[in-house]
């Protein structure tokens, strides 16, 4: 009877504990959590020309990965409303990256007055400065035919994934 029990108790650990290991453990070792959905397709601008990246080109997952990498918790909830002028500008003056979506997307971001929310269905993030009027702090998007400038924040340094898009488009 005693063995029956200890049994019982090694069974109910390992249906306890199996899934907590996969959740600590497991599930970090896949990296850091996306900040952007996985876009259904990428476009990389420069010099005026724009080249789409699909999903089954092999540098499209590493594009994604860095361009989340690049995000961090010290982004902020100001969205600046701009016009379509200043979006096509940044296309053809700057190296640009933009993630493309087939549906609406949403960012939550953490507040504290609660959660504040904006809606996109295009991404765009400039990754060389030509001038101090853009930064690589800024991300843009689209949204029904309107353009914001936000969530702004402290990106971090995009030097590798600048030279991925750059053998890319080249």
Same mark, same amino acid.
């Given at each position: 009877?005693?063995?029956?029990?200890? !049994? %019982?108790?090694?069974?109910?650990?390992?249906? *306890?504990? /199996?899934?907590?290991? @996969?959740?600590?453990?497991?599930?970090?070792? $896949?990296?850091?959590?996306?900040?952007?959905?996985?876009?259904?397709?990428?476009?990389?601008?420069?010099?005026?020309?724009?080249?789409?990246?699909?999903?089954?080109?092999?540098?499209?997952?590493?594009?994604?990965?860095?361009?989340?990498?690049?995000?961090?918790?010290?982004?902020?909830?100001?969205?600046?409303?701009?016009?379509?002028? !200043? %979006?096509?500008?940044?296309?053809?003056?700057? *190296?640009? /990256?933009?993630?493309? @979506?087939?549906?609406?997307?949403?960012?939550? $971001?953490?507040?504290?007055?609660?959660?504040?929310?904006?809606?996109?269905?295009?991404?765009?993030?400039?990754?060389?400065?030509?001038?101090?009027?853009?930064?690589?702090?800024?991300?843009?998007?689209?949204?029904?035919?309107?353009?914001?400038?936000?969530?702004?924040?402290?990106?971090?340094?995009?030097?590798?994934?600048?030279?991925?898009?750059?053998?890319?488009?080249?």
């Amino acid at each position: 009877m005693k063995q029956k029990s200890v !049994m %019982i108790f090694i069974i109910a650990a390992c249906v *306890l504990v /199996l899934p907590l290991f @996969y959740f600590q453990v497991l599930s970090k070792s $896949k990296g850091q959590p996306k900040v952007l959905p996985e876009p259904d397709k990428l476009a990389i601008y420069k010099n005026g020309n724009r080249l789409t990246v699909e999903k089954n080109n092999p540098i499209f997952d590493k594009i994604v990965e860095l361009s989340n990498k690049r995000l961090n918790s010290n982004i902020s909830i100001v969205q600046l409303i701009i016009d379509k002028q !200043m %979006i096509d500008n940044v296309k053809k003056d700057i *190296l640009t /990256l933009e993630f493309i @979506y087939s549906n609406e997307q949403t960012f939550i $971001k953490q507040h504290n007055t609660g959660n504040v929310e904006f809606k996109y269905t295009n991404i765009i993030f400039p990754l060389v400065t030509k001038s101090e009027v853009y930064a690589n702090d800024y991300m843009f998007s689209e949204y029904n035919g309107k353009y914001t400038m936000g969530p702004l924040g402290k990106l971090s340094d995009p030097n590798e994934l600048v030279n991925i898009v750059n053998g890319v488009i080249e």
